[in-house]
Structure formats: C-alpha cells, structure tokens
C-alpha cells in the first residue's frame, strides 16, 4: 500500500460522494421507512473509512491517464507562481494547514470549557428524580454505571461521555414516564456508539473544512442517529407505549421553545426533539409506521452492506494521474552525426526467438534480448509482438 497525492485526491471524491448519496437517501421516506437507517449508516462509515484511509493497492489498483482537466490541473498546481519559487499546490498546503489547527485548536478549546461545566454540576442522588427511572432504563440496555445531571444549560436532554453515559436533564416538569421515555433515549444513543461518530465526524470536519460536502456530513449526522435510535426503541414498543414516546419529544419541544441553552452539540448528542418540523415529521412517521419485519432488514442490511462493499473496492480499483510526454530532448541524445532516439511502444516490436527469451526490433534491427518475463510485461503495456 501506498500513500501519495492522487490517492488523498481520490480519498476525497470517493467520501465527497458517499457523502452526496447519505444526503439524498436521508431526505428519501420511503427508504427510511422500509428499509431503516443501515444504508445511512453504512454511508456514514464508508465516507469515514474511505476519507481516513486515502492509500493505494500496489497489485490491485489500476493508474488511469490521459484525461486533459486533470493533466491542465496539475501543471497549474505544481507550475511555480510568476517571480517566485513557491507553487501553488504549496501555497494550498500552507493554508490548508493553517486552517486545520484553528478548528483543532477551536474544539479542544471547547471541550475544555465544556469538562469544566460538567464538573461544576451536581449530579442527581438516588433518592432524587430521576434517578430511579435511570436506574431502570440502564438495567434494561445493560449499563452498569452512569450519571445524570439537572441543569438549566441544555434545551433538551442530552448525554455525552466516551466511556460510561453522562445525561444532562433540562430543568422541566417531567412525569416519570417521559424521565423513562427521555432515558431510554439517551441511553440507546450511547449504546450506539454515537457520540464516538459524532467525535469522528468533527474531527472530519476540521480535517476538510475546506470542503461543502463535510459540513452537509455534519448536518445530516444528527438527524440520521436520531433515527437510528427512535427506531431501535420503536422495534421494541407497541403502537401504544410508542405514541407515549412521541408525547415526550412533544413536551420537549414545548419546554424548549421558551428558554435559550448553551450549544455543545460537538460533544454531546441532544436532539430527543427540536423543531425543525421536516426532521421532526420525519422521525415521526418511521416510529409510528415502524412495523417488525426482520427477514426485510435482514434482506436490507444483506443488500446495502453488500452494494457498500462493492463500491468501497471500487473506490479502491483506480487512481487517475496527469500524464505528460517528454520532451524530445530528453529521449533523444546526439551520438556522432546522428542521434540516439528512445524506444517506446510505437517504435519498435518484439519477436519471440522460441528459446524462452525476445528480440527487441527497431528500425528492422535488433537492438536488445530479453526475458520472457519482460517481454510479456512489455507486451501488457502496449507493445506489439509480431511473428517472423
């Protein structure tokens, strides 16, 4: 495997176009009612993978040339700007660079501040709300510790925490049933491994912040993991408890529409109910119309898993580089009164002499014995074999 300019090239449209499809299969019902979130999922994980791994297969991948845009890109990339030494492409780098340590330097800026608010809080005692109904929902997912914070600072409730869930509650007149609702929520977020997503997105994010389609990754993220989990809890309720459900995320955003919160969504996810009434609408429909068919998610997750395969090694088969002809200089040198001219496919031919080795024919005269080895490389590379 090998890592060079192209291959990140590649690495980039590759994502940019897992990214394209997750956007236009997110805003697709149909899909998500049928079939569930796996295809978004697996769009997420293969533009994560194919962006974090920008390399080239030595014995697999097939170097495309000959394409004119790509050869006029380059020349312009690497052509040193007028008066100066520097190129382009490295100008691009620079700025590049800069660009990546601000967001870096910006979120761990952030995080810092938002561990420093968590501390300051006090979590909620056993005997306090909501602690027996956290109790409950974590024994149900099997998480055997947490913590759970009532706080003014969040609109809605919200959990974070890498490696055991930290649950922030708004201040609301909660009933113990939407406490229920609400955790079970926020736990089946972080059994699902989505803040390490969410992490793994910014991150992207300050990586490309140069490119659009990152930031509609990141737009589109929210909504997808917010689906994913309604419809893990929904696969496990009847129409009845599910509409329960529904009244929790109703009430949140009646409670949230009348207060202003900080904003830490980069390390949290806090979305059980917003009000953006598309995404709302949305979720909405795929928990009430969930129905319970396995053989179909299977089926569903059997197919897409395997069109996302198949189009991961795909991604992988080619590489398109500019391609130039030398200059004539180069390939021809005086000798004497004439010139040494180079051979190349359209000066010259093979012919096998039958004794495991070729004769190299140029200008009907020989000019080199080679292997059959070498032949045959020569020939796969365009040079032609003529029988005498």
């Known amino acids: 495997m090998t890592f060079s300019i192209y291959s990140f090239s590649m690495a980039v449209l590759w994502s940019s176009i897992f990214i394209s499809l997750l956007c236009f299969c997110r805003r697709t019902r149909s899909l998500v009612v049928c079939f569930g979130v796996w295809p978004l999922v697996c769009l997420i994980v293969c533009a994560l993978l194919r962006c974090f791994i920008p390399l080239e297969m030595l014995s697999f991948t097939r170097v495309v040339t000959g394409i004119d845009l790509i050869n006029t890109v380059d020349y312009f990339l690497t052509s040193p700007v007028d008066g100066l030494t520097v190129m382009p492409i490295q100008i691009l780098g620079i700025l590049w660079g800069l660009g990546t340590l601000f967001f870096l330097v910006r979120f761990l800026r952030t995080y810092g501040r938002f561990r420093r608010l968590l501390s300051s809080f006090v979590p909620v005692e056993e005997e306090d709300e909501p602690f027996a109904e956290a109790q409950e929902a974590a024994s149900r997912l099997h998480i055997p510790k947490f913590t759970i914070y009532v706080t003014n600072v969040v609109q809605s409730p919200a959990v974070t925490g890498f490696f055991h869930p930290i649950v922030l509650f708004p201040a609301y007149p909660y009933s113990s049933e939407d406490f229920s609702n609400a955790l079970e929520h926020e736990f089946t977020h972080w059994k699902n491994h989505d803040i390490w997503v969410k992490f793994l997105v910014e991150l992207l994010r300050d990586a490309f912040w140069w490119n659009p389609l990152v930031y509609l990754l990141k737009h589109d993220l929210n909504q997808t993991l917010e689906l994913k989990c309604d419809l893990t809890i929904a696969s496990k309720r009847e129409l009845e408890d599910r509409v329960s459900y529904l009244r929790t995320m109703e009430k949140t955003i009646c409670f949230a529409d009348k207060k202003d919160a900080l904003d830490f969504s980069m390390f ?76 190349s496919k359209d000066n010259c031919y093979l012919v096998d002499n039958e004794d495991g080795t070729y004769s190299v024919i140029h200008g009907g005269d020989i000019v080199a014995s080679i292997s059959k080895e070498s032949a045959h490389f020569l020939i796969d590379s365009g040079y032609k074999q003529i029988t005498e």
Do not use: W
């Open 268 to 343: 949290a996810v806090a979305e059980l109910a917003h009000n953006k009434e598309k995404n709302l609408l949305q979720r909405a429909d795929a928990i009430l119309n969930y129905e319970h068919k396995p053989k179909r998610v299977t089926l569903a997750m059997a197919v897409t898993s395997i069109i996302m395969a198949a189009l991961m090694v795909f991604s992988y088969s080619f590489v398109v580089q500019p391609c130039y002809e030398p200059p004539r200089e180069e390939i021809e040198e005086p000798v004497g009164d004439g010139h040494y001219t180079g051979l």
